[in-house]
């Protein structure tokens, strides 16, 4: 096969959907994962498969070899991580290897996945332009390591000539979300009628699974090198997102609201839980942080741009939903796997 095409990350969550998005449109794809990468997400696609690790320049090679757009869906997205070098390594490190070799492979675009994390907290809406980054502090070495890859991107557009272009995505939800993601997974326990409590007042940008992959096929496209485009469909309350996944499956909605510094107590407690056991605790200061702090989002450059058409966020939830309770009913025989790139919180 001659792939025009390649996806890095094709086994994760966008990175899957990516690569289903361009098969249906009859395109030829090669997708690069690792030899421990589950590929249930992937099984029923015709692609070529190149095996083998970020840092491995020749594996990079032959797999950008004849492609004319690379789409790069690796992201360690795990805030709660005591070690933050093991985020800096995915998330830094090893991108700017695959950096080196995409500056040299001729592409026509190289499509990175940033996150609305890289954007500044302001008053009102914020754009694409909207000044430099104001929260890196609060929002901790997952936060941190984001900034500094979508500036390393961009820098080898600048110093390199690489035709990168930075997309910073939401929330993403949806079906075929078999790790689940973080935020997936509150929606699962939500359609399954299992989660009693909400966050009382946190909030998020959202944009469903399949109107992100197209964001990104629609900037391999027509993308402006060197720009960011913002991939969110809406600004939501997490309440109304979990309402609506239990509504679709007719479960109990979430009755409890946790006050915010209740949260930020229980995020306390778990780091000293981190620390007794020496292993890692989702629940920490840093994550509570995250669920509150982003603010309103303008996307209206990706739909100027780009064609980017996004859906009502309602059809993306009512897909997690049942996609959640199917999967509890016929589990998968590799649902004892992760997928091999996790996404962003």
Same mark, same amino acid.
């Given at each position: 096969?001659?792939?025009?095409?390649?996806?890095?990350?094709?086994?994760?969550?966008?990175?899957?959907?990516?690569?289903?998005? #361009?098969?249906?449109?009859?395109?030829?794809?090669?997708?690069?994962?690792?030899?421990?990468?589950? !590929?249930?997400?992937?099984?029923?696609?015709?692609?070529?498969?190149?095996?083998?690790?970020?840092?491995?320049?020749?594996?990079?090679?032959?797999?950008?070899?004849?492609?004319?757009?690379?789409?790069?869906?690796?992201?360690?997205?795990?805030?709660? #991580? !005591?070690?933050?070098?093991?985020?800096?390594?995915?998330?830094?490190?090893?991108?700017?290897?695959?950096?080196?070799?995409?500056?040299?492979?001729?592409?026509?675009?190289?499509?990175?996945?940033?996150?609305?994390?890289?954007?500044?907290?302001?008053?009102?809406?914020?754009?694409?332009?909207? $000044?430099?980054?104001?929260?890196?502090?609060?929002?901790?070495?997952?936060?941190?390591?984001?900034?500094?890859?979508?500036?390393?991107?961009?820098?080898?557009? *600048?110093? !390199?000539?690489?035709?990168?272009?930075?997309?910073?995505?939401?929330?993403?939800?949806?079906?075929?979300?078999?790790?689940?993601?973080?935020?997936? $997974?509150?929606?699962?326990?939500?359609?399954?009628?299992?989660?009693?409590?909400?966050?009382?007042?946190?909030?998020?940008?959202?944009?469903? =699974? *399949?109107?992100?992959?197209?964001?990104?096929?629609?900037?391999?496209?027509?993308?402006?090198?060197?720009?960011?485009? =913002?991939?969110?469909?809406?600004?939501?309350?997490?309440?109304?997102?979990?309402?609506?996944?239990?509504?679709?499956?007719?479960?109990?909605?979430?009755?409890?609201?946790?006050?915010?510094?209740?949260?930020?107590?229980?995020?306390?407690?778990?780091?000293?839980? &981190?620390?007794?056991? $020496?292993?890692?605790?989702?629940?920490?200061?840093?994550?509570?942080?995250?669920?509150? =702090?982003?603010?309103?989002?303008?996307?209206?450059?990706?739909? *100027?741009?780009?064609?980017?058409?996004?859906?009502?966020?309602?059809?993306?939830?009512?897909?997690?939903?049942?996609?959640?309770?199917?999967?509890?009913?016929?589990?998968?025989? &590799?649902?004892? #796997?992760?997928?091999?790139?996790?996404?962003?919180?």
């Amino acid at each position: 096969m001659s792939a025009r095409h390649l996806v890095i990350g094709a086994s994760g969550f966008l990175g899957s959907h990516v690569t289903r998005l #361009l098969v249906e449109q009859g395109e030829q794809v090669r997708v690069m994962v690792r030899a421990t990468s589950s !590929r249930r997400a992937l099984d029923d696609l015709d692609v070529e498969y190149v095996v083998g690790d970020l840092e491995d320049r020749e594996a990079l090679r032959a797999a950008m070899a004849g492609c004319a757009v690379v789409y790069y869906c690796v992201v360690d997205a795990r805030p709660w #991580l !005591r070690d933050a070098d093991r985020l800096f390594h995915t998330n830094v490190r090893c991108l700017r290897t695959v950096l080196d070799v995409a500056a040299d492979a001729g592409l026509a675009r190289f499509v990175f996945t940033s996150s609305v994390a890289t954007l500044p907290i302001g008053d009102g809406l914020v754009r694409e332009d909207s $000044g430099p980054h104001n929260w890196a502090r609060r929002g901790g070495a997952y936060v941190r390591s984001r900034i500094e890859a979508e500036d390393l991107v961009l820098g080898y557009f *600048r110093d !390199r000539g690489l035709p990168a272009v930075a997309m910073c995505v939401a929330n993403t939800y949806g079906d075929r979300d078999f790790l689940p993601t973080p935020h997936g $997974g509150f929606v699962a326990a939500a359609a399954r009628g299992k989660l009693p409590f909400y966050m009382r007042g946190a909030a998020a940008e959202v944009v469903g =699974i *399949r109107d992100a992959a197209q964001a990104l096929v629609l900037a391999g496209e027509r993308g402006r090198p060197g720009e960011r485009y =913002i991939v969110s469909a809406g600004y939501r309350s997490v309440r109304e997102l979990l309402d609506l996944a239990a509504s679709v499956t007719g479960a109990a909605p979430p009755r409890h609201g946790i006050p915010r510094p209740v949260a930020a107590a229980a995020g306390l407690l778990g780091e000293l839980v &981190a620390r007794v056991t $020496g292993k890692d605790v989702r629940i920490t200061r840093t994550t509570m942080r995250l669920i509150y =702090i982003m603010t309103p989002l303008d996307h209206s450059k990706a739909e *100027r741009e780009l064609g980017w058409e996004p859906r009502p966020i309602e059809a993306a939830i009512t897909e997690a939903a049942l996609f959640f309770t199917r999967r509890r009913e016929t589990p998968h025989p &590799a649902d004892d #796997l992760t997928i091999d790139e996790p996404e962003r919180p």
